[in-house]
């Protein structure tokens, strides 16, 4: 165990899956107010088809081009979503779904393709679909390390217009806000930090490392800016014991552990969290249950003296 730890590129890898981490706990925030939860994963499974396409035609693996890849085909899958609500009369949910499906089996479609080709299954695109960060090289934990902090200054930079953009849009076009830049910083953003990633968590779990923390902050506070920093807390520590628990193995996949040690997190704050955690609620009804009694105690004993 301490032998993993020592090792330099682990410690490189651990460090940028918990940066990653933060970022994804942050910006899951914006998702989560902004209420497109399952955007996230739409975009997630439409970023696929452009790392496959972007290997091919670099015939290498190479993160950051196949990062612009991924952004490509994200934007792209997010183009189609906002034409979709627009044009017809599809709901926003649905239009996800389909989103998520054409584009996802167009990805698995083209891997299997490059994976029968010479050298192709030595490619190891198949660890974009579960996440291997074991697989992960000095210059992709730089490039994850870099865009994940541009996210992340993002945010926090920008704090008061992102708050006034989600919870009064209106509000924020009187101040002169432009709702149509926001928009497109937000989907920019939500692309980017999707896309920096899949390489360590997959494309198919990504989504749950933006959607697990924000909604576990929920449980602990009602303020905004308070919930960014748990659900950024949240999302470092699933990132990096994550990616710890899966280094112990030989070939273990990230995603799924880093997930589980997300979701070991939203359990505990289901249970334990100090606003709306399940535990607190019983507590509290069982608080009031005895100070009613109490009072009716108090009134009975008022009323047989009279």
């Not at 993002?154 to 076009?173: G, H, T």
Request: proline residues 2%; contains cysteine; hydrophobic residues 55%.
């Amino acid at each position: 165990m301490f032998t993993i730890l020592l090792n330099s590129n682990t410690q490189w890898v651990l460090f940028s899956t918990m940066i990653f981490g933060i970022a994804a706990g942050t910006m899951g925030c914006l998702a989560y107010w902004k209420r497109q939860s399952l955007m996230s994963d739409a975009l997630a499974h439409a970023a696929l088809p452009g790392v496959v396409i972007a290997f091919l035609l670099l015939g290498e693996k190479n993160l950051f081009v196949m990062i612009i890849g991924a952004s490509i085909s994200a934007l792209i899958g997010a183009s189609f979503i906002q034409w979709i609500r627009s044009s017809t009369r599809i709901s926003a949910d649905t239009a996800m779904g389909m989103v998520l499906s054409i584009f996802f089996g167009l990805g698995i479609m083209l891997l299997t393709v490059v994976n029968r080709t010479s050298g192709g299954n030595q490619s190891g695109l198949d660890s974009f679909i579960f996440g291997q960060a074991a697989s992960m090289v000095r210059s992709d934990v730089t490039t994850m390390l870099i865009l994940a902090l541009a996210v992340i200054l993002i945010v926090f930079i920008a704090f008061k217009e992102w708050k006034i953009y989600l919870f009064d849009p209106e509000f924020a076009k009187g101040l002169g806000l432009s709702l149509k830049w926001m928009n497109g910083l937000y989907t920019t953003i939500l692309v980017t930090t999707i896309v920096i990633g899949i390489q360590a968590v997959g494309v198919i779990l990504i989504a749950a490392l933006l959607i697990i923390p924000s909604v576990s902050a929920r449980y602990w506070t009602q303020s905004f800016q308070r919930m960014i920093i748990i659900s950024a807390l949240f999302g470092g520590a699933a990132g990096a014991l994550g990616t710890f628990i899966s280094a112990l193995g030989r070939g273990w996949p990230t995603g799924p552990f880093i997930v589980i040690v997300a979701s070991a997190l939203f359990f505990l704050s289901l249970f334990f969290g100090k606003e709306k955690g399940i535990l607190v609620k019983y507590l509290q009804l069982k608080m009031q249950k005895r100070l009613v009694n109490i009072h009716t105690s108090k009134a009975l004993r008022t009323k047989g003296v009279e």
